[in-house]
């Protein structure tokens, strides 16, 4: 099916060509004349070429391609496409007796610009980041519901913060299907509540979970600081571990609360675990030299733009250069960057400055980045954002 029509400029169509899924508007020559955010259009090449369907946003990313043929963009649209992405989901183990959270469209890395959906014990909650997903988002509901083999009982639409403000589409969050039953999940075993009702982003973070199991390997014995905890994730791990002592912290009240209760959940009584809600920076400056010797710092996106790129790299060489003067000789640190402006080298280089800094002898011991159930699109590398170095600090 053809869309309203978004001609592009001369020489414009290369990207698309090779499967970029976003349009910028800088490279647009005509728009139809009735054109409205959220509109699903059809992108031509100057000479009429048809390029594929995408929803168009007012912004500077203007199109974001949704196919690359004429496809018509409807129900039995988003039911391929989920079913695809549960394809992945299956062949890579993540639904099991222990284990019922996992993120099961990541955007563009599903072949979905604009679209998150992760998957809590049978409760999918959905994100959508662009005006044109929150108009599809009960299409992506129904298609949701009639997935095979995913066994989901509701959908909940969350995306009061990730919608453009300024296109006033007062997307209320609520459940589209279903309602609530239960907000304990499990990773590899371990419970946890999930509050996608008024956490961050769906309620938990799905794309540490594999470094969280790493983090376990290494926790045995060791005095453990889990730096930006939010809901305890990286703790529980280390409890399962073996760790010695666990002290999790984060500015926030809420989520050293949350953190408290899932390590009750897991490990009731718990003498080991102690939560506090203080400023990163300020428990790090008061912290005793050689006081943990397994750090997580796992802060939030210090870059959200481009703009932002330097502040942000002074944020993490600050960060990661008062861990490193002070952990113990013999240390661990998982140091991660979520912002996906900054590169890989550019975190490392920052990490690097932080350990000359701080003079220690540092080795890097991994070099982690997002799982599997978080994708990236081959021609869309802007898809990968979560960079983490564990490092052997003497
Ligand atoms: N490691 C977590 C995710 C961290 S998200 C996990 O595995 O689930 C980032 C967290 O940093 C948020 O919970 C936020 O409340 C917290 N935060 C933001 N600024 C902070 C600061 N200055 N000091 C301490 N915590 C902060």
């Given at each position: 099916?053809?869309?309203k029509?978004?001609t592009?400029?001369r020489?414009k169509?290369?990207s698309?060509?090779?499967?970029?899924?976003?349009?910028f508007?800088?490279a647009i020559?005509?728009y139809?004349?009735?054109i409205e955010?959220?509109d699903?259009?059809?992108?031509?090449?100057h000479?009429?070429?048809?390029?594929g369907?995408?929803h168009?946003?007012?912004?500077?990313?203007?199109?974001?391609?949704?196919t690359f043929d004429?496809?018509?963009?409807?129900t039995a649209?988003?039911?391929?496409?989920?079913t695809d992405a549960?394809?992945?989901?299956q062949?890579l183990?993540?639904m099991?007796?222990d284990n019922n959270?996992f993120?099961?469209v990541h955007?563009?890395g599903?072949?979905?610009?604009g679209l998150v959906?992760?998957i809590?014990?049978g409760?999918?909650?959905?994100?959508?980041?662009s005006p044109?997903?929150?108009?599809a988002r009960?299409?992506i509901a129904d298609a949701?519901?009639q997935?095979?083999g995913?066994?989901?009982?509701n959908?909940?639409y969350?995306s009061?913060?990730?919608?453009?403000?300024?296109?006033?589409?007062?997307?209320?969050?609520?459940?589209?299907v279903g309602?609530?039953d239960?907000?304990?999940?499990?990773?590899?075993g371990?419970q946890?509540h999930?509050?996608?009702?008024?956490?961050?982003?769906?309620?938990?973070f799905?794309?540490q979970r594999e470094n969280?199991?790493l983090?376990e390997?290494?926790a045995?014995?060791r005095?453990?600081l889990?730096?930006f905890?939010?809901?305890g994730?990286f703790?529980?791990y280390?409890l399962?571990?073996g760790?010695r002592?666990v002290?999790?912290?984060?500015?926030?009240?809420?989520a050293v609360?949350?953190?408290?209760?899932n390590?009750?959940?897991n490990?009731?009584?718990?003498t080991r675990?102690?939560?506090?809600?203080e400023?990163?920076?300020k428990?790090?400056?008061?912290?005793?030299?050689?006081?943990y010797?397994?750090v997580?710092?796992d802060p939030?996106?210090f870059?959200?733009?481009k703009?932002?790129?330097?502040?942000a790299?002074v944020?993490y060489?600050?960060?990661?250069?008062k861990?490193?003067?002070?952990?113990?000789p013999?240390s661990i640190?998982?140091?991660?960057?979520?912002?996906?402006a900054v590169?890989k080298?550019q975190f490392?280089?920052?990490v690097f400055?932080?350990a000359?800094?701080?003079?220690?002898?540092?080795?890097?011991?991994?070099q982690?980045t997002q799982?599997a159930?978080?994708?990236i699109n081959i021609?869309h590398?802007?898809?990968e954002?979560l960079?983490?170095?564990v490092l052997?600090v003497e």
């Open positions: 099916m053809l869309y029509a978004i592009l400029q020489g169509e290369s698309l060509e090779r499967f970029h899924p976003w349009v508007s800088g020559s005509r139809a004349p009735d955010e959220g699903l259009v059809s992108v031509y090449s000479d009429g070429r048809h390029l369907n995408g168009y946003q007012i912004g500077s990313i203007a199109v974001r391609l949704l004429d496809r018509t963009i409807d649209f988003f039911l391929d496409r989920v549960l394809r992945v989901r062949a183990g993540l099991r007796d959270a993120r099961l955007g563009e599903d072949f979905l610009p959906v992760d809590y014990a409760t999918a909650v959905v994100q959508a980041h044109g997903m929150h108009f009960l299409q949701l519901m997935l095979p995913a066994g989901l009982r959908v909940y969350k009061e913060t990730t919608l453009p403000y300024k296109a006033h589409l007062d997307p209320e969050n609520q459940y589209l309602s609530y239960t907000d304990v999940a499990m990773e590899n371990l946890f999930v509050d996608w009702l008024k956490g961050q982003k769906t309620g938990f799905v794309d969280r199991c983090l390997h290494y045995r014995n005095r453990v889990n730096m905890c939010y809901t994730g703790s529980f280390a399962r571990g760790a002592l002290h999790s912290v984060d500015s926030s009240a809420k609360k949350l953190t408290n209760d390590v009750e959940l490990f009731p009584g718990e675990h102690e939560a506090f809600a400023d990163a920076f428990f790090l400056d008061a912290m005793e030299r050689d006081a010797d397994l997580i710092l939030p996106a870059a959200k733009h703009s932002a790129i330097k502040n790299l944020g060489r600050r960060l990661n250069a861990a490193l003067e002070k952990i113990a013999g640190l998982f140091t991660f960057s979520c912002s996906q590169s080298e490392r280089l920052a400055s932080a000359a800094q701080s003079r220690r002898r540092v080795r890097i011991l991994h982690l799982p159930d978080h994708p021609y590398p802007e898809g954002y960079k983490g170095l052997y």
